[in-house]
């Protein structure tokens, strides 16, 4: 699988996860907050934050895509694998925590990410 498809099915999986959310909250809607790194930053990327706030079900929620590229992993992603010093990177993820009404129902945190060290 190649990082555009995991691009789409993690861009896809936020949507998912927002649209069933608000299934189950019945009351409010993710507002969205797409953002984009300048080009000539030392990190380029993209990325949507959604957020639900006074819902029946959850005080807040918040799920989010990041996309980000870089020219060169930094020394700490290659200090214990030296041969991936200097390369190119792509990271991307979807991240959720979830805030409920009832104070019986803990606060969730869940990460999915995909990390690729280019050549």
């Known amino acids: 699988m ?3 498809a ?3 099915y993690l861009r896809d999986l936020q949507t998912r996860i927002c649209s069933a959310l608000e299934a189950a909250d019945g009351s409010k809607k993710f507002l969205a907050d797409a953002w ?6 030392p990190l380029r990327g993209d990325g949507v934050t959604r957020i639900l706030e006074g819902g029946e079900l959850f ?8 996309l980000v590229a870089g020219d060169k992993l930094p020394p ?12 190119g990177f792509r990271a991307m993820g979807v991240s959720l925590v979830l ?17 690729v060290a280019e050549k």
Do not use: C
């Not at 700490?76 to 390369?87: D, F, H, K």
């Open 59 to 66: 005080e807040r929620a918040g799920v989010g895509f990041s």
């Open 99 to 115: 805030h409920p009404r009832n104070p019986y129902i803990p606060t969730s945190h869940a990460n999915v990410r995909f990390f």
């Open 36 to 41: 984009r790194k300048p080009d000539d930053a």
């Open 2 to 4: 190649n990082s555009a």
């Open 6 to 8: 995991v691009e789409t």
């Open 76 to 87: 700490s992603a290659s200090a214990n694998r030296p041969e991936l010093a200097g390369r």
